[in-house]
């Protein structure tokens, strides 16, 4: 199977994300990993399985990513699974279910056959992280520990389970 692993990121946390994947598919299938902004329609045409992953941005995917998606034909022949990576704690339903929301709308809207999402947490950038503290009222002990915690993501676990998601995605199609 032809796979394009394909995504944005910002500080790094989606990309190590993309990596793990990328590493796992390409030990038994043709894979390639590309960012977002060397994609197009075009691209995705040379694939059977398409990976797409995204930060969370304001509850939503990141523009370039909805940009991508949002400029495909209906009913592409290529399948598609999703990823992303977001500040909140894994705990947090509300990230899960807007993000979620966000991919399965779009696929719904082309018709694309969908294979599943993955999530997992990734550790701030600094002053997103300030800001969310302001806005969200939190003390510094309770921010302390938020950040002693945030720090750890993308762990080697949360790698290991995103190839385990990609075991899945591929074995449900073969
Ligand atoms: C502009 C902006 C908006 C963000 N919005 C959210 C959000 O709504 N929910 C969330 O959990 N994280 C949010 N984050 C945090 C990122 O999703 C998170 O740190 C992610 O792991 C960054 O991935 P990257 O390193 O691949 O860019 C936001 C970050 C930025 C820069």
Known sequence: MRVLVCYFSQTGNTEKIAKAIYNEISKEHQADIKKIDQVNTDTFKNFDLVFVGTPAHAGDL???VKQVMNSLPKSPK???AGFYTHMAP???KDVQS???GAFEKIVKEKEITYM????CMGNPD???AKMVKE???MSDDEFNEYMKEAVKHPSP???QKAKEFAKEVVSKIK
């Open 126 to 128: 600094p002053n997103i």
């Open 90 to 92: 894994t705990s947090d």
């Open 135 to 137: 806005a969200r009222k």
């Open 78 to 80: 290529c399948k598609f």
């Open 116 to 119: 599943g999402t993955f999530n």
């Open 157 to 159: 676990e949360d790698e």
């Open 62 to 64: 990141a523009g370039p």
């Open 98 to 100: 807007a993000l979620r």
